[in-house]
Each structure stands twice: as C-alpha cells, then as structure tokens.
C-alpha cells in the first residue's frame, strides 16, 4: 500500500495549492481518505476526509469554505484545493487511507499513512 502526497510549496498570503494523493495496493473505490497536517509545536489535525462514496466530506472549521476535497478514483487520487491560503495554513500535510468499506462515512482511525508534502504559507 502506498500513499504520495504532493504539490506543497511556498506560497504568499492568499494563494492557492492543490495538493494530491496518488494512492496504490489498494482499492481506492472502497477507501476514506483524509488529509491531515501537523504544525511544528503542534498536534497533528484532520484537515478533511471524503468517504468512500464520495457523497460525505468533512472539513476542520479552521479551512471551511476555503479547502475543498475531492477524489478521482479511476486516476488513483485525491485532492485538496486550497484557498484563500494563510500563514496559519503552514504545516505538513499527510493523507491518509481507510479501506474497512464504510460507504457514506469517514472514520476516525485510518490505516495506511503516505508521506507528508510541506505548505508553506508568506505573510
């Protein structure tokens, strides 16, 4: 099973990215997936999670309205688009995997971990 994050930078206050989860060894149609991110000095956060279905997704308050997930699951992938990106935002952002089928849900345990890509967000 492998999960690769990519599409982090460097990027000025408002700015966008779009970050990307290239996903293998797995079923991705039968997968959640989350995105999360951890800050240095800080606990690691769920940035957002899509189910299996696709029809429930789920965001961190802090990125409501600016983040947005999405899945492509004949490319293998998901995304996460990102708006309106602030200082805040700064952090490492991992994606993470769920394949126990839970169609319309996102979990809270996860299984499989890629790596992380780095944003970092200018003032």
């Known amino acids: 099973v492998q999960l690769q994050a990519s599409g982090g930078g460097l990027v000025q206050a408002g700015g966008s990215l779009r970050l990307s989860c290239v996903t293998a060894?797995?079923?991705?149609?039968?997968?959640?997936i989350g995105w999360f991110r951890q800050a240095p000095g800080k606990e690691r956060e769920r940035v957002s999670c899509v189910s299996a279905n696709g029809d429930t997704t789920k965001y961190a308050d802090s990125v409501k309205g600016r983040f947005t997930i999405s899945r492509d699951n004949a490319k293998h992938t998901v995304y996460l688009q990102m708006n309106s990106l602030q200082p805040e935002d700064t952090a490492v952002y991992y994606c993470?995997?769920?394949?126990?089928?839970?169609?319309?849900?996102?979990?809270?345990?996860?299984?499989?971990w890629g790596q992380g890509t780095q944003v970092t967000v200018s003032s």
């Open positions: 993470a995997a769920d394949d126990k089928y839970r169609p319309n849900s996102c979990p809270t345990v996860y299984d499989y």
């Open positions: 060894g797995f079923t991705l149609d039968y997968a959640a």
